[in-house]
């Protein structure tokens, strides 16, 4: 089976790529996941993003698994990814599709989303294609006008559980992080910081901060805490630098 993984970017139509267009066009089949009405906004986004392709490729749905609370993180991210192969396998075998089939996944798939494991488990393992598309990242310093890096510098690209249970990464210059659900930087001993931070990047709904980490922090857990809580998911991303670091 041929499995192809389409980022459609952050959350912009327009962000989605020529390559991504057509390759929807030539899929045979379209795996759409459902993840219940509080995310609806995001299945009419990804369904717009297919009409956009004037594809006649079938989109079918597969319902979303959530991961159980009760198990240590790793095993608990470990038995959602094999839950969520299971069920792409099921709902593909259900189709039938007579050549590639689609899944159309938030940014990259090689930098931020767990969609290569997720394949991975599937038997007979599928001959992957992977197109790129705009990550959070580049969403984030374009959103801000900033450079990824000082001049001649490095970043550390890291997540809110490791900066919570590790602190800021010794030797580090920037650091960007990912797949925070706790805005962990309010937990750092380092506040010399300068934060940039962003949600829904590259939607209507998108949201921006920045400025010193002391004073930018708490309007941004403020702010955050009531997007969740209108819109009922939030994705969002940020980074951080030393004041006086260009």
Request: with cysteine; aromatic share 6%.
């Amino acid at each position: 089976m041929d499995l192809w993984l389409i980022g459609i970017g952050t959350g912009n139509p327009e962000h989605v790529t020529l390559e991504a267009q057509r390759a929807l066009r030539d899929a045979a089949l379209i795996l759409i996941p459902h993840k219940g009405p509080d995310k609806s906004d995001l299945a009419e986004l990804r369904h717009r993003i297919i009409a956009d392709a004037r594809t006649t490729a079938p989109v079918v749905a597969f319902d979303y698994p959530t991961r159980d609370p009760s198990i240590p993180y790793k095993d608990r991210v470990r038995a959602w990814h094999d839950e969520i192969a299971r069920r792409w396998q099921a709902t593909i075998a259900e189709a039938k599709p007579g050549g590639p089939v689609a899944l159309l996944v938030w940014g990259d798939p090689s930098l931020y989303d767990s969609t290569l494991r997720i394949a991975s488990r599937l038997a007979p393992a599928p001959t992957l294609r992977i197109l790129p598309g705009i990550t959070a990242l580049q969403a984030l310093t374009a959103a801000h006008g900033i450079t990824f890096n000082t001049l001649a510098g490095a970043v550390t690209v890291t997540t809110g559980r490791r900066l919570r249970d590790h602190g800021w990464p010794e030797g580090a210059e920037t650091v960007a992080v990912m797949l925070d659900g706790e805005c962990s930087f309010q937990t750092l001993a380092h506040r010399d910081l300068v934060i940039w931070w962003g949600a829904y990047l590259g939607m209507e709904e998108q949201i921006l901060d920045h400025g010193p980490l002391a004073e930018a922090g708490p309007r941004i857990i403020a702010a955050r805490a009531a997007a969740r809580a209108d819109h009922g998911w939030i994705m969002d991303t940020y980074i951080l630098r030393p004041r006086g670091l260009s």
